[in-house]
């Protein structure tokens, strides 16, 4: 109760709402760093390599001219390449001494420009500078740690009849500004989504537990007693099924739990008046008939007879019991399945003939082996023999029929009356279902049809209940097993 209590006060202390959380952030974080490794390691990239290849677009008109005009007598193509570049153009002679260097298509004084001659020395000393000098051209890109910072081109000209060499340098510093902000933003955009993901997620997931939550204290009522308890959520999915499913829970419940006060009161009933007659008609004997001997013998002969009943009585509800809780267990051999049908026939006439009900068998085979439980087909018969006498009119007969139906052999007791209703030809055979006597008679032990479809189930048998020609017949087959192939 106390935990019920935790969960509802404060449901962000729920399990199942915390795990659903971390889910949901989870798929969240994944995002947002599959977002960082894109852009670090796609877009950025991208970035860059658009750039050169900008860069790369606006000098291939050009190179032709590189390699045959003399730069010496074109004095606007320098500073062009420079401009091109977006970035610095620097040309030197075959001793690597440095010319001219232009920024942006700009002149510069080499003698007081300290950063041009920074990044004039760090040309000058690389490796690639000296392949060119050896006549050949050279692509660079320069690189600190992941970040690339600039890239360089290399190229053999002729200068005034000489041959000399330009090395055209980009700087990315705008885009790494470009980038930097991307970055920045990037970060915001992580946090602000992460801080709306949780709070969402822990909406969505309370929102999500709370069918669970009624469902389960909906089952909680019941396991309790409340049986017209009921989650009353009308939702299109699983939750919605379940809800649905605990409904008819609850219904079934209730409707077991009315079956359940039936029978108790039946069973009550039927006790109490053989317990009634047994003791009166004692007492008669004790004290008026015990010295007239045909009032005493038919006295004692009725005690027997509802003792006899009362016993039936017990063993019913005992079998039904047992073979429910799977404790029973058939004893079946080999019978002859005619003789057993017979011997029930034989032990109902009298019962039947007290109201002039006549029981006929028609059977047009007296062999039929069939390898059963015999003492529980019995108790079949008896309880439908009973059953029909208990809803025929006096004078009116029952016809029990044996005959050979698909592979197998279809036993019916048919007896004229009414029909059942077609709704309730499914809940006779239920537990606790007790059919309603006709005429104040009390074959049996009025839970006799449950009796019968739990020997039936156990044995295998297919089993109904239909009406035809003014008759109601309840039917079962037997239909005998092939011996498994070794």
């Known amino acids: 109760m106390s935990t019920n209590k935790n969960n509802k006060g404060s449901p962000f202390r729920s399990k199942i ?167 920045r933003q990037l970060a915001m955009l992580s946090v602000i989504l992460t801080l709306s993901a949780a709070i969402l997620a822990a909406v969505l997931s309370r929102q999500f537990v709370r069918p669970i939550y009624i469902i389960k204290d909906t089952v909680d009522s019941l396991a309790k007693g409340d049986l017209n308890a009921t989650p009353e959520l009308h939702l299109q999915d699983e939750l919605g099924q379940l809800s649905h499913s605990v409904e008819e829970l609850g219904q079934a419940l209730k409707r077991v739990d009315v079956l359940r006060k039936e029978v108790i009161a039946n069973v009550s009933h039927e006790l109490r008046s053989p317990l009634a007659l047994i003791a009166g008609y004692a007492e008669m004997v004790r004290d008026v008939s015990w010295k007239d001997d045909a009032r005493r013998t038919d006295n004692l002969n009725l005690i027997i007879s509802e003792s006899g009943r009362m016993s039936e009585m017990v063993s019913d509800i005992m079998d039904y019991s047992q073979f429910q809780a799977g404790y029973l267990k058939l004893k079946k051999d080999w019978y002859n399945l005619y003789e057993i049908v017979e011997s029930e026939v034989v032990h109902c006439e009298q019962s039947a003939s007290e109201h002039q009900i006549r029981i006929q068998l028609e059977s047009a085979m ?121």
């Open 17 to 183: 709402i915390i795990k659903l959380w971390l889910i949901m952030m989870a798929l969240v974080l994944l995002s947002i760093a599959f977002m960082w490794v894109a852009q670090i390691f796609l877009f950025e990239r991208n970035y860059v390599d658009s750039t050169i290849s900008e860069v790369q677009s606006r000098l291939d008109p050009i190179m032709e001219d590189l390699k045959t005009k003399d730069l010496a007598y074109n004095d606007k193509l320098i500073p062009y390449l420079s401009k091109s570049t977006s970035g610095k153009m620097m040309l030197t002679d075959t001793n690597g001494e440095l010319i001219a260097m232009y920024s942006y298509g700009h002149p510069i004084d080499l003698q007081t420009a300290e950063t041009e001659s920074f990044v004039w020395r760090g040309i000058k000393d690389s490796p690639e500078y000296q392949q060119m000098l050896r006549g050949d051209q050279y692509k660079k890109i320069i690189q600190h740690g992941s970040s690339v910072m600039a890239f360089e081109i290399g190229i053999p000209v002729m200068y005034g009849g000489q041959p000399a060499y330009v090395v055209l340098y980009h700087a990315l510093n705008e885009l790494h500004t470009v980038l930097s902000i991307n970055r």
């Open 366 to 486: 007296t062999d039929i082996p069939a390898m059963v439980d015999a003492l529980k087909i019995s108790q079949v018969m008896r309880n439908l023999l009973y059953n029909a006498i208990n809803h025929t009119q006096n004078g009116e007969t029952i016809t029990v029929t044996m005959e050979k139906s698909k592979g197998g052999f279809l036993i019916s007791v048919a007896n004229p009356g009414d029909p059942i209703p077609v709704e309730d030809r499914e809940i006779i055979w239920e537990r606790y279902q007790r059919s309603q006597h006709q005429g104040g008679r009390r074959q049996g032990t009025g839970i006799g049809l449950s009796i019968v479809s739990t020997i039936l189930n156990t044995h295998d048998m297919p089993y109904g209940v239909d009406y035809r020609d003014g008759m109601t017949v309840f039917w079962f087959t037997y239909t005998p097993k092939l011996p498994k192939a070794e």
